[in-house]
């Protein structure tokens, strides 16, 4: 989403060709990569699949750590999202901001249930529909379109109030035989859900808790409005970082409140320092909101003074957000295809890569064409004046 040359005071900590605040789209270029790395797993190493929380009698460290290092995507990416957002109505105005979120949101639900499913599935018809993270952001927009009305205080009350306090709504169960079940299948619980032409949709990514993510978000964007001292919004990011850490800390210690798996003292510092971190995403419990979110402020305030020369690769991929997300799934597919057609199946009978390193390195090597052709539609987007590419 972009952003309007004038919302920031400080010329350094904006992209002088482009505007855009360079810090927002390298931390989005960050954790897009790290999605990738966790996307390549899901293609070639799914023979050996993780539950969530995961396994830790069966879930190698390095694996682990892998698996783990994705959890920032999501709630970063979503923060950033509202972020954008209020940065976009300030210089459109907020019933700009609201259409344009709206459009934006039913877009995304569209290509999820569209494009995205054919790319993991390989079928235009899967047996089973998976609503994942795409499905939900589209709602989140959706759903902040009407929020972004409210008071501030009043949303940063229900922001909070949904991050940190969804969790009391886990005891809340509906089978699948009682009313509302499909309802609260989409805003917190896991489910099934029986399609009209007998096909299932999965609710992967339970919509509550992301709906107080994208509103904390917006609720940022003061600290990068115009006029703001670079200092003081410095400060500010790494004050509510360091809090949402604090506050990790001090639950996940209680080992009560805040994440339905307690951590256990583990054969070795490594395993209990695992057992510690190893968090509850689907949905994202509180303690995994405040872990995730806290990384992600304290990330956001460091590509604050970084050098930008240090950034514009990442800068690359955080400026065209959903092109590069259809394409990289459109390449996993295919080098997955034809991986498979050329005979390279394990004995699971996928294509397994050799060890969660091997992860790293394909999804290295695929981030190469990726980022060209990143590169050229940011160029193609800074040069034309269709909207049809903002929505890239």
């Known amino acids: 989403m972009g952003v309007h040359p004038g919302t920031l005071e400080a010329p350094a900590e904006k992209s002088a060709r482009t505007g855009r605040i360079v810090s927002i789209d390298a931390l989005r270029g960050l954790v897009m990569l790290l999605m990738l790395v966790d996307h390549v797993r899901e293609f070639f190493y799914l023979h050996a699949q993780i539950r969530d929380p995961m396994d830790l009698a069966a879930t190698p460290p390095d694996l682990f750590l892998t698996r783990a290092a994705s959890h920032l995507c999501a709630p970063v990416f979503i923060l950033l999202t509202g972020l954008s957002a209020h940065l976009y109505g300030q210089s459109h105005g907020r019933r700009v901001a609201a259409a344009f979120l709206l459009k934006r949101g039913l877009l995304l639900i569209l290509l999820e249930v569209t494009l995205v499913n054919f790319a993991w599935a390989g079928s235009v018809r899967p047996p089973i529909l998976y609503l994942q993270v795409i499905w939900v952001i589209g709602l989140c927009m959706v759903a902040l379109a009407g929020l972004l009305w409210l008071p501030r205080a009043a949303l940063v009350g229900g922001a909070l109030a949904l991050m940190l306090g969804h969790n009391l709504l886990d005891g809340v169960a509906i089978r699948a035989d009682e009313p509302g079940y499909v309802l609260w299948s989409i805003l917190h619980q896991r489910g099934m859900i029986a399609l009209p032409w007998g096909g299932l949709a999965r609710t992967s990514y339970p919509l509550l808790p992301w709906i107080g993510v994208i509103a904390a978000g917006y609720a940022l964007g003061p600290l990068f409005a115009y006029g703001i001292d670079a200092a003081r919004r410095r400060a500010g990011l790494l004050g509510l970082g360091a809090t949402a850490l604090a506050g990790f800390l001090v639950l996940r210690a209680l080992n009560g409140y805040g994440e339905p798996v307690p951590w256990q003292t583990g054969a070795t510092p490594l395993a209990t320092a695992l057992s510690f971190v190893n968090l509850t995403k689907y949905p994202p419990s509180a303690d995994f909101l405040l872990l995730t979110l806290g990384l992600g402020l304290g990330l956001l305030a460091l590509f604050e003074v970084l050098p930008h020369r240090l950034l514009r690769g990442l800068r690359v ?34 294509v397994e890569a050799g060890s969660p390193l091997a992860l790293w390195f394909i999804a290295a090597a695929v981030s190469v064409p990726l980022w060209l052709a990143c590169r050229a539609m940011v160029r193609l987007k800074r040069a034309s004046t269709s909207p049809v590419l903002s929505y890239l």
Do not use: N
Not at 318 to 344: E, I, K, S, W
């Open 317 to 350: 991929f955080g400026g065209a957000p959903l092109f590069f997300y259809l394409l990289h799934l459109a390449l996993l597919r295919v080098l997955y295809d034809g991986a498979t057609a050329l005979g390279l199946v394990g004995a699971s009978g996928r």
